[in-house]
């Protein structure tokens, strides 16, 4: 009787163990998911090479006289804009940083949906990456108001914010003093989302043809 009392103490103690084990193996993933990322990037940022971002190999090797292996403000940024997996929703005043207009591009040749807001007057300047990405079929709208479009924020895969006061210009991100806040807050991204959908529907084209 003993025996069978003992077996059935050890089985109940093995059955709690695993309970016990599965409860934590839970808690600790319901962590890690609410772990929100919350990044702040500041600007002039230093030059490095950006190659291997842009590469599938990561064994890539690029003989640029550029430092390699650096992790800098631009690289980081460039790392959220490219971890895009669906989609990219860009509104900003000016875009002339080629690295910036070919993340956008290999992220379109991968098959991510990308739409691009941009200001009317700024997007024919010399130099402007507009242009570029029509041609290669990314879908782009221009405001059309009376006032600048001077927004300067992304969208990534509709849960990761960037915004700040960086416009996406080589003079911007080596030169001037400026700053970009990358975060996951929806409380955060879900107003960028609404700003972002409100203009684009506005500068809707069909609706100049219709008037």
């Known amino acids: 009787m003993s025996l069978m009392w003992s077996v059935k103490v050890v ?3 093995v059955m709690a163990l695993s309970l016990s084990l599965e409860l934590l193996g839970w808690v600790f993933g319901r ?4 772990r929100t990322l919350n990044k702040v990037l500041f600007f002039p940022s230093k030059v490095s090479c950006v190659e291997h971002l842009f ?7 690029c003989f640029c006289p550029l430092p390699h292996g ?5 690289s980081c940024l460039l790392r959220h804009i490219l971890s895009a997996s669906s989609s990219l929703d860009l509104c900003v005043f000016s875009f002339s940083n080629m690295d910036l207009s070919r993340a956008v591009l290999l992220l379109h040749s991968k098959g991510v949906t990308i739409r691009v807001l941009s200001d009317k007057d700024y ?6 990456q507009i242009g570029v990405l029509r041609k290669a079929g990314v879908c782009v709208r221009c ?24 416009n996406w210009t080589l003079t911007a991100v080596q030169s001037n003093m ?3 806040i990358i975060t996951e807050e929806a409380e955060l991204v879900q107003p960028f989302i609404k700003e972002f959908n409100q203009i684009w529907a506005l500068n809707d084209p069909a609706l100049f043809y219709k008037r």
Do not use: P, W, Y
């Open 11 to 13: 089985g109940l103690g």
């Open 31 to 34: 962590c890690r998911r609410r």
């Open 55 to 61: 590469s599938q190999n990561s064994a890539c090797s």
């Open 70 to 74: 650096v992790e800098t403000s631009f």
């Open 123 to 128: 997007s024919a300047i010399t130099g402007s």
């Open 143 to 166: 405001d059309a108001g009376s006032v600048h479009m001077h927004h300067k924020f992304a969208v990534v895969d509709g849960r990761l914010l960037i915004t700040g006061s960086l």
């Open 178 to 180: 400026e700053n970009i």
